[in-house]
């Protein structure tokens, strides 16, 4: 079997661009979280969600260059892409997860190790953030409580950040009250 030299050249040219750019994303993720001082499981559901999107481009750009039909290519991807819209309708917090725990990741101020209070009518939590994952938000309150919350709910809610000092100060108050 003879292969087509340009399309191997084309091949190993994606497999390099994708090397380089596979180390770009990953020297700047660290640097960003080192930067914002964000905690090491963290940084791996990114570095997996980068890959897996980069991984995913690469495939299609694979399949463009040995010569799939853009016709055929098409029908392929939206068939797959119904399956999957079927499957995240039926679990859309599943994604709707994923996806704030990026945000979580890349723009909302709070780390492990804060102290907060989860603004809510029904609930008074307060306590310090002990870890966030890919999908939940775990945080153990002043009460004792060790207390799991779905990150698209964090998204929702409005949550102080409490300064160190204050809280302290605020509760050597309280036991002085009792």
């Not at 994303?25 to 999107?53: D, G, H, L, P, W």
């Not at 892409?81 to 079927?86: I, K, M, S």
């Not at 780390?111 to 310090?128: A, F, L, P």
Request: proline share 2%; aromatic share 16%.
């Amino acid at each position: 079997m003879i292969l087509p030299k340009e399309q191997l050249l084309y091949t190993l040219l994606l497999v390099v661009i994708m090397i380089i750019i596979s180390l770009i994303i990953k020297k700047a993720i660290r640097k960003f979280s080192f930067v914002q001082a964000i905690e090491i499981n963290r940084r791996k559901v990114i570095f997996n969600i980068c890959y897996f999107i980069i991984y995913l481009f690469s495939g299609f750009i694979l399949a463009i260059i040995w010569g799939v039909k853009f016709q055929e290519f098409t029908i392929f991807i939206s068939s797959v892409l119904a399956v999957l819209g079927v499957g995240f309708f039926a679990q859309w917090s599943i994604l709707s997860n994923l996806t704030a725990s990026f945000i979580l990741f890349f723009y909302h101020p709070i780390r492990i190790g804060h102290r907060i209070k989860i603004i809510d009518k029904d609930y008074n939590w307060v306590g310090e953030v002990k870890n966030i994952t890919a999908f939940y938000f775990f945080i153990e309150t002043d009460a004792g409580e060790n207390i799991s919350l779905p990150n698209s709910l964090v998204m929702q809610k409005g949550i102080e950040i409490l300064a160190k000092e204050a809280s302290v100060q605020k509760e050597q108050e309280e036991l002085y009250k009792e």
